[in-house]
């Protein structure tokens, strides 16, 4: 009986250990693998390890995550240690209060105290990054450090500090030589709690960072869209740093105490290992702060933040502009319009925008772009003629195109029929033959546009009897279909023809044709959007002479046909566009690379801040909907 | 003595500052209208209203709350065995499993699930697996039933790590003395090990519960773009929407409700005790 018992205890030990590791090892086996699928091992590599070495972004997360968690538990150790022990001395009440105060980020769903701190921020402007992310991270973790100090000083006799002092110590005397060395273990597992609270957070820091800086969780999560097996390098590489800091913490004091017998040691028992493993953090953050210096670069040490799509600049691009210039660049990436309006509108300065058409239009109404100084630019005449000096932007007064495209359906030749693609158009997405086989694209615009063109109606209608039409045929749509709503996972998933059928970008769809050759790409004959993406100056930018530059940069051939051929979306650069698609070149017979101008049911969106309002009320709700079908 | 209680001043300024402004904050936001300014200053209730009377939100508050509940309950009887077997072993390997059990929570929470997309997806090992035993073709990822499992994942340490505290903290005379005096295996587990380990038990629900409840990147990277749960409403708001203040609204509704919730399991808590003294 007991022994049946004992087995059924070992074998669940064993399940649960094989369930919290197989993730992290198959993470790892996987970080060494030479292709890029995530399920499928082709052979031993260290690629991606040399590409997260190459990735400064990569680089920089690592050392974000573990400066911010150094120094918020140090700073966070010490004022919470302080906070209680003068707690412990003050009135009852104070002390009720203050716990109850300390419990606010205890108890509060995560994401509560986030926006907390988000308004707090914005509310009394300050500028978010690295400092407010530090904050932050010190504010939630001294409420731990208290709270695993506090027992310890409750459990201390009150009249020791008395004792000591009436011995002839000196208050401080007494603070540092008695109370603190009683209550050392409390402060040890305080600080212990702080770092890896610290290092695990995700939500916090989320709300709270800017200009582009990123701890690990931000980059995994912006990431994560994409098959990237460098996240799993990095990953690892987490890994392997925390395994050494926990066994040092774990192993070393068992090793010191076998070879002193306990006498003298007891105290520094957890000093050393925290020390020596701290020095191990410490060192790994030089290895990874190497900083490249170069000199006499026209804007040597200027720094230009850039807030772009994900996934949607050459990978030489970045290393190009600063190798030319010798500015550093900081991008930070957004996946909708939307977003990275809300952050501009916020007051969060960037040098270069690169937002839809409509969005620009809505941006110049509100005042926050700059005109362009033409005086500084030497690219206008670059660009095809098919993007300059559309509707959002007349005269190009505030923006130069960066990409341009439509708006079409990516297609499984074995599993869609063309047929059904022409009788249908967009009502192939509510054709029950597909069900559960087909991807939307989570943008509340080219949704909208998909389902008033499949009405017959104008994308830019202002009617509302049209848009609560095409609300009920999106709505038709998630009750009836299984859509996976996603944005950029489309991508990899379509290439590996998970899926017969998608909403897409024509620059997506090219680069998936390029990848798989079933993939088909289909513009509706009701007509689609043509979009294109600018990059602008706004008002508030630190460095306007610099981001002219790297505008020019970008616009050019090289820059151009670095961008285009790597991310697969069409250039405004006319050369590089003929180039990519013509006879030899990627995109070479693949539709999806050269836009369709010459249907005159395709639009251009216009700007209008009531429908926008509704629109996009309605689509959080169609995605709310999706969610509750399942 | 009182120049010690001077010492907590700076913090309470910092708390005040730190902790409680946020709040209230949250708190003004949630009933002015259009509050990117604080000049334009007009209470309102409509978010609130707007939020209770709108099937769908509800439907979510619902959804999130029973994945919750689900997920501390998986956590709690997976959770109590291995923690009592912990508590069992010798004292060796008792902190050898502790760290085992501790390690995975060390490492970053958005690194651990993002290991399982990999697992997950189509072709993926745990597919594999199932196709080995005759399941074909079972969609796993962008599933609630992913979602379930990142969450199981990512919150069971901390039940496990909890109860075992408390197991451990018992006093194991007491099982003897109970066995002494004729109870039987179950009895005792019953009538002296399960009281004693309750508090462990409470604050491993707690710990499970309140950020199962409001998680938004585990139903994003595992049930994907159209899987919404409460805190991804809330985060979606305030990042693509930009409708801060109904955002805040749903905040405060968030923070109230948890609140009732610790406060009801705090009762039990206190109950127990209560009756333990008897």
Redesign the interface.
Known sequence: MKKGKRT???V??GL??I??????V??II?SFNEGKS???FTGFSLRWYLHMLESRDMMEALYT?FSVALLATFISTV??T??A???????KI?RDV?EQ??N??L???????A??????FI?FKVEKGYVTML?AHI?FC?PYVMLSVMPKIRSLDPNL??AAMDLGAT?WQA?TKVIVPQITPGIVSGALIAF?MS??D??ISY?VTGSGVKN??IM??TM?KRVNPS??AI?TL??LI??L??VLI?VAPMLLAKRAKKSEISKRRIFVPAAAAAAVVVLILCIVKMSGTSSGLPYEGETLYVYNWGEYTGENLIPDFEAATGATVVMENFD?N??M??KV??GEAYDILVPSDYMIQRMIDEDLLQKLDYSRLDCMENLTESVIGLPYDPGNEYSVPYFWGNVGIVYDKTKVSQKDLEQEGFRVFLDEKYKGDIY?Y?SERDSFMMALKSLGYSMNTENEEEIQQAYEWLIQC?ETME?????D?IIDNMA?G?KALGLIYSGDATYIMSENENMGFYLPNEGTNLWSDAMVIPANAKNPELAHAFINFVSSYEGAYDNSSYVGYTSANQEVMEDLSGEGGEYEGINAYLPRTDNDKDEVFVYNEDTRKLI??LW??V??????A? | MKRFSQLAIPYIVWAALMLILPMALIALYSVTEHGNSIVSFSLTLDHYVKFFTDPDFLLILWRSLVIAVKTTIICLLLGYPVAYFIARSSERLQSILVLCITLPTWINMLVRTYAWIGLLSEGGLIQQILGFFGFKEVELLYTEGAVLLGMVYNFLPFMILQINTSLCKMDHSLLEAAADLGANPLQTFRRVTLPLSLPGVINGITLVFLPAVSSFFIPKLLGGGQYFLIGNVIENQFITVGEWNFGSAISMIMAVIMMLMMMAVRKVEIRNQGGKEE
């Open positions: 059924f205890g070992k669940l030990m649960m250990i369930f919290f590791y197989l993730p992290i198959y993470m996987f995530l399920t499928n995550t004022v919470g302080i906070a022990i003068g707690l412990s001395k003050s009135k104070v203050m105060v300390n606010l980020p108890m509060n769903p995560e994401i509560v105290t926006i907390g701190f988000m308004l707090l509310t904050l504010a001294i500090a008395n208050p603070l890896t290092v695990d995700f939500i709300f690990l969780s995994v999560y994560s996240i799993n990953s987490v890994v925390i395994t800091v926990l774990n909708s939307e977003q309006y809300i509108a916020n939307l989570d998630v859509p996976e709503i996603v944005t996972e590996q998970r996009s009320n959080s709700k995605k709310i909907a999706a969610s509750n399942k």
